[in-house]
């Protein structure tokens, strides 16, 4: 069956727009062209559009899509398999955070008790929903889905002691940040200290380290404004400070 592109978009739930869109880049293009000008899609199309809303789904950036449905190797019963997994995953991930909400609001109406432990359950899964709705996309293309999946799972296995610890360790690097950054010297001893702090403080996340990683991150809360604005905010120029010193400390740049 052959589809134009308004009817293949209220087939898929997409504007025709986008699959114009999607022509233009590369990343879908039609079977052909009618006599009449129209784009004209196919069930090869069709398939390679469902992968494509699939990754879309998962946060995965439109570039990285490209590469991925468009390689020779590009194997769609094995995509259609990791999405499944990936699927599952999240669905694992929701329905914790919808039983931690049906809780709460037992609680606040007098029905039921939630102990600390499973109010901090979903606190640490909010965080994670939280940071990958804000940061997601960026951080999953840099470092790849499995470096981040290991990340969160660190995150949900934190105890509350952890938390705290890593709490603290958060405000010494900005305190220690600041104090550097009076001091002018991203090399000094103070400087050295803040990337030291920040090193503690990503293991918590982290499940290894590589300094490859670390000045890339660094590079990161540069380059990208929501991280800059947070460094940046009592300190303008506190982001570039810290990744001056954080190369500096993993000879690296960025």
Do not use: C
Not at 49 to 58: G, S, V
């Amino acid at each position: 069956m052959e589809y134009t592109v308004q009817k293949l978009a209220n087939l898929a739930g997409v504007s025709a727009r986008t699959l114009r869109y999607y022509d233009e880049i590369d990343i879908l293009k039609p079977t052909r062209i009618n006599s009449s000008g129209y784009r004209i899609y196919g069930q090869s199309e069709v398939d390679k559009l469902q992968q494509i809303l699939f990754y879309r789904e998962l946060g995965v950036s439109l570039d990285s899509i490209k590469e991925i449905v468009t390689a020779s190797s590009f194997d769609g019963a094995a995509a259609l398999r990791e999405h499944r997994e990936k699927l599952l995953a999240k669905r694992k991930q929701l329905d914790l955070l919808l039983a931690n909400v049906d809780k709460t609001i037992a609680l606040t109406e007098g029905r039921t008790n939630m102990t600390d432990k499973e109010k901090f359950t979903g606190f640490k899964q909010k965080m994670i929903d939280d940071n990958e709705k804000k940061y997601g996309e960026e951080i999953r293309q840099k470092y790849g889905n499995e470096t981040i999946d290991q990340s969160n799972a660190k995150v949900m296995n934190m105890t509350e002691e952890d938390y705290e610890a890593v709490t603290n360790l958060e405000k010494q690097v900005l305190e220690t940040l600041a104090q550097a950054f009076e001091n002018g010297d991203p090399a000094g001893e103070l400087g050295q200290k803040a990337a030291e702090l920040h090193k503690k403080w990503l293991m918590y996340y982290w499940s290894e380290y590589s300094k490859e990683a670390h000045a890339g991150l660094a590079q990161m809360y540069v380059d990208d404004e929501r991280f800059k604005a947070y460094y940046d905010e009592k300190q303008p120029g506190g982001a570039e400070f810290l990744r001056n010193a954080i190369h500096i400390y993993t000879g690296m740049k960025g």
